[in-house]
């Protein structure tokens, strides 16, 4: 018997050792977060054997959490759900049931995961876009568009911007009943990172007459040349997305190249200050004092920037890198709102860009939260996050105003 005991105390010691994480005493609910860190840790730590052993590419495992997650299209008295296609990609569609007098207004969302991992099927994005079909009666389109490493960029884009784009023509609003002055293009982390890249583009498509009247963006990717900001120092392990895992899905979107991984792990891809790109990615002039204070701007002493954008144009395409975009192109980009995350490696992405659009003249709102990357998706056990539903309620209450 005392051996058994032994046995389970040991265990059980290695359990929580494995599972405790140290979290900032602001974290709501910070217990709940440590599991599910636990289990996507537990997740990376297998990707990372598999591919030692060459048996399989680490983001095809972690693929396998999302598909644990995954959802049939399912209808309910509300909202008709169906997956089909729009120019050839796969989406997943939300249309109200409810009989309407005048047109709908519509959403088209682009799910995150580091343009590697993610479906609109999982379980959290179903959540969010069938909640967000009945409490704005709108339609709502939520993109499957092709995934790294089989994929790399440009195909994110284009299979979201033809998404997009598609269901833009008039004749295609028409049949789904959509107002075409009241169409938002949303996205959190890497969809964010689409959504304001779409956003963007459209912008200069002359084959486009329907313009979007917002765009919303939470925890937005919008760079991959400077990881060395300060939030990616003071979160480089926080949970869900540590610096290492942010900085894989960033190489993994150009590249399977295991020297770009390792460049941007070092931080040379900074961009010279002489560089006329260099204004719109500097963070000692874009982000406000508290976030900067106590870090000095650490110059690389390698910077491999133009090497590797040779081999691989996207790293200073604003298509990747919506953040590059100069003024006279944000100047004309519609009203914005976007979510930041105290606790997150992208958190000054999405500060900086705020800065830059205010100063181009654009509507932007602002919400920050004390809490960390992807939280909006820990709407279910083990993870029901109350500072999630309060995002997402906020979330949504700004497109119904502002839609």
């Known amino acids: 018997m005392a051996p058994k005991l032994l046995c389970l105390l040991i265990t059980s010691v290695l359990i929580a050792y494995y599972v405790y994480t140290p979290l900032p005493e602001n974290v709501e609910e910070g217990w709940k977060v440590m599991?599910?860190?636990?289990?996507?840790?537990?997740?990376?730590?297998v990707g990372t054997l598999f591919e030692l052993l060459g048996l399989s590419h680490y983001m095809d495992v972690m693929m396998r959490y999302t598909d644990f997650t995954l959802t049939m299209p399912v209808s309910d008295e509300n909202i008709m759900v169906t997956d089909t296609t729009f120019h050839n990609v796969p989406v997943r569609l939300y249309v109200p049931n409810k009989k309407s007098?005048?047109?709908?207004?519509?959403?088209?969302?682009?799910?995150?995961?580091?343009?590697?991992?993610?479906?609109?099927?999982?379980?959290?994005?179903?959540?969010l876009t069938r909640k967000t079909a009945e409490k704005l009666n709108a339609v709502v389109v939520s993109v499957d568009y092709r995934l790294a490493p089989k994929h790399h960029f440009p195909v994110q884009f284009e299979d979201s911007y033809a998404v997009v784009k598609f269901f833009l023509q008039k004749d295609v609003l028409i049949e789904y009943g959509v107002d075409h002055n009241r169409i938002c293009v949303a996205g959190d982390s890497a969809g964010g990172n689409l959504a304001a890249a779409v956003t963007q583009q459209l912008l200069d498509d002359a084959e486009v007459d329907v313009r979007l009247k917002i765009q919303a963006l939470i925890y937005p990717a919008l760079q991959p040349l400077d990881l060395d900001t300060p939030s990616y120092r003071d979160?480089?392990?926080m949970p869900v997305l540590p610096k290492s895992?942010?900085?894989?899905?960033?190489?993994?979107?150009?590249?399977?190249?295991?020297?770009?991984?390792?460049?941007?792990?070092?931080?040379?891809?900074?961009?010279?200050?002489?560089?006329?790109?260099?204004?719109?990615?500097n963070w000692l002039e874009l982000l406000p004092i508290e976030m900067k204070k106590g870090h000095?701007?650490?110059?690389?002493?390698?910077?491999?920037?133009?090497?590797?954008a040779k081999k691989y144009p996207g790293i200073l395409d604003t298509r990747a890198a919506p953040l590059l975009a100069d003024y006279a192109k944000l100047s004309r980009l519609p009203q914005t709102y976007i979510i930041t995350c105290m606790y997150d490696v992208l958190r000054d992405d999405g500060i900086m860009y705020v800065k830059r659009l205010r100063k181009a003249g654009v509507d932007v709102t602002h919400d920050h939260y004390d809490s960390f990357h992807g939280v909006l998706l820990f709407v279910s056990p083990p993870a029901d996050l109350s500072i999630a539903h309060r995002m997402a309620d906020r979330y949504l209450t700004w497109l119904n105003e502002n839609l």
């Open 35 to 45: 599991i599910v860190d636990s289990i996507l840790r537990s997740f990376r730590h």
């Open 245 to 281: 895992f942010m900085v894989r899905f960033w190489s993994g979107y150009f590249t399977t190249d295991e020297s770009l991984f390792n460049a941007m792990s070092s931080n040379r891809l900074e961009l010279p200050e002489s560089s006329h790109l260099f204004p719109f990615v």
């Open 296 to 308: 000095v701007y650490r110059k690389s002493l390698q910077s491999e920037t133009l090497e590797f």
């Open 101 to 127: 007098n005048k047109l709908r207004r519509a959403v088209i969302f682009l799910h995150g995961g580091g343009w590697c991992i993610g479906s609109p099927a999982m379980k959290a994005y179903d959540h």
């Open 235 to 237: 979160n480089a392990h």
